[in-house]
């Protein structure tokens, strides 16, 4: 049986959380704007603020796979987050050029890493299972 300060210290809620809020910072906040810009409303957003948001989400969700190493000893899904939030870190701050040399728009580099993170952070949860 576990103890209430076992308990407290359980963060194996951290990788996901971290994913889902780092996506929902980006695409939730992209959908209320366009939500309220339909109804009439304008809000000024400032974008170095809300990337900075995304991207520690994103770390987030790499430091929860990272202490779930701990547990299973798989390095994998450690290795998927950290290219997942690299390529998020990317697609908020990477030049356009760069992006271009993909021959990609920048929301396919972010979708990608938004799609690693989630995987990631799945796989985690998975092996500690």
Known sequence: MTSPADKLR????LAGAGALLSLTACYGTLGLI??????????ALNVHIWA???VAFALLAVLGVTHGY????NANPVRLAAI?????????????SIRSLLGMP???????????LVAAA????????
């Open 34 to 43: 366009a939500l309220l810009s339909v109804m009439g409303v304008t809000l």
């Open 106 to 116: 920048g929301f396919v580099v972010e979708f990608a890493g938004f799609a690693a």
């Open 10 to 13: 359980d963060t194996s809620w």
């Open 52 to 54: 900075a948001v995304i």
């Open 70 to 73: 701990r547990r299973h000893r």
């Open 84 to 96: 997942g939030a690299a390529l998020v870190t990317w697609a908020m701050y990477g030049t356009e």
């Open 122 to 129: 799945f796989w985690d949860w998975r092996l500690k299972r």
